[in-house]
């Protein structure tokens, strides 16, 4: 696997390296700012499969610098892992919001270090012979994609606060691991998604999962939020200060069906006239167990999905 790591002190630079090469890791280049890093990935070939970012660095900080990477196309999905002391929510959410995977402090527990590097690894295995989440909609010849599969996650993009998925469950297993408390999880699952992927061409598909995220995010009542596509029709989402009063919500999903019944779905025959997402109340993360907060970030979608009861389709 090719690791750039990139941080400004010097000493951070040779104990990462020492740990990923007793790791089995001896492909990393390091660089000690974010302009000798741009030039370095710049120039990268073959391209590099990995990046460990320090967030704090003179001139241009790390979360800059995972943004601008996240931009050029061949790393749209690349696994990046901010290395860094710096450990409020703040940070965190600033990190995530630039296009991190995942986040480790400092000081670094180097079996936890070591356990990651070999996810991220065994992640770009399994994906090495994948098409990319972000899928680019129309080859050269205007031939009709390789269709989603219905059930996975994707990242959508262009959809204000989304991350992926894997990068929200790191996200929250990151602030569990703080402490850090007053968050809630919700979710939204489109009513008829299958009958629309079996329907409808995948450009048109994704064009209904881009203006329904965008208008969930839009009308949330809820504050540092991130939100994924988590596959089978599903949105899923974690936030501060989410309103979990039942009225309240409830006037949240009319807003949001309001708007939706906007947008214009396709003509095909046997398609809904518009598009509709139910909900289920957003529900209190536990801040101190990690595990617990991910069953309740899954939870919610289940109770999404019980109120759509679009099951009818369920197996298209």
Known sequence: MKILVVDDDPMVLEVLKHSLAHSGYDDVTVAQSAVEASQIIAKANP?????????SMPEIEGDDLCYWVRQLPQYASTPILMVTALANKRDIDRAFAAGASDYITKPIDMSDFGMRIQ??????????????ASISLLDKQDQEPD?????????????????????????????????????????FTIADA????????TEEYLDILKSTGQIISDHLAASGFFLSYAGSGSFVGVGQNANLHHDEWEKTERS????????AVPSSLGLPSKIQVFSGVPLRLNGKYAER???????????AEDRCGDTSWAQV
């Open 147 to 187: 269709r989603i599969d219905f059930s996975k996650p994707v990242h959508l993009g262009e959809i204000t606060g989304e991350v992926d998925l894997a990068s929200l469950e790191n996200y929250l297993l990151q602030l569990s691991r703080k402490g850090i408390e007053g968050l809630s999880a919700f979710a």
């Open 119 to 132: 996810q991220i690894d065994r992640k770009n295995s399994q994906n090495a012979f994948k098409a990319p």
């Open 194 to 201: 299958a009958k629309f992927h079996f329907v409808c061409t």
């Open 293 to 303: 907060s991910l069953d309740i970030l899954y939870r919610t979608i289940v109770e």
């Open 256 to 263: 949001i069906q309001e708007a939706l019944a906007k947008v």
């Open 47 to 55: 391209a590099f499969e990995c990046f460990l970012l320090d967030m």
